[in-house]
């Protein structure tokens, strides 16, 4: 599995379309929001800039590359060759995805440290912890099963657009207008509960169990995400 994810790594800085979507995009965005951390909160939160930092690079970075590395991975028989090997599906897929995900991680610690460095630090670190790795984790599925319905990396360009610009919109929504109207369904749909425990997290004001609820809905995606990755995911290309 690590040397999957090593040899993953470099094939992440080799590839400039790789870099730009998992890095550079998303960095550029989210420096940009706390740049302008004064400006956005007039019509939001704190809480909610860190959110959209949280699915800028969840999205533009993990999710999208999630999808670019699998459909490539697939269309070079690369997965194909893997599944030859030792290494297990699990083994196979964590290996392939684990840099990736540890590069969001380490881009949203560091870019909300400078959040909260200029503009004020979270109420509940521990509750702004969960609410980023749940919603990787969310991002992470609903990547392998986008990446089932991709055929190559220029394909990934075209299918990530619904799932990467909708959460955007849906905790920019969320963020801006919050959950005293439309709460149900603003909580259901992918991203507004995770928007929402992360303004919680950051904002304060709301008692950790009640913040706590809002992981279901996240957890409920990634469980739906996975059913759909096992019917959808290939290891070869359609013949």
Known sequence: MFAIALSE???????????????????????????RHDAFTAVGSLGYIAAIIVFTVAAFGLYATTVTTLASRRQNLFLKRLRSTAAGDTGILTGLLLPATLLALLQVAAILTALAVVAGEPANILLLAAAVLTTMAMMIGLGLATAGLTNSPEHAQVTTLPVTLGVIFIATWVGITGTDHLTLLKRLLPGGAATELTMNAWNGGVAVADSLLLLAPTLSWVVIAVALATRLFRWEPRR
């Open 9 to 35: 790594l470099i094939q992440i800085f080799r590839n400039r379309l790789v870099l730009v979507t998992s890095l550079v995009m998303p960095v550029g965005v989210s420096v940009f929001f706390v740049h």
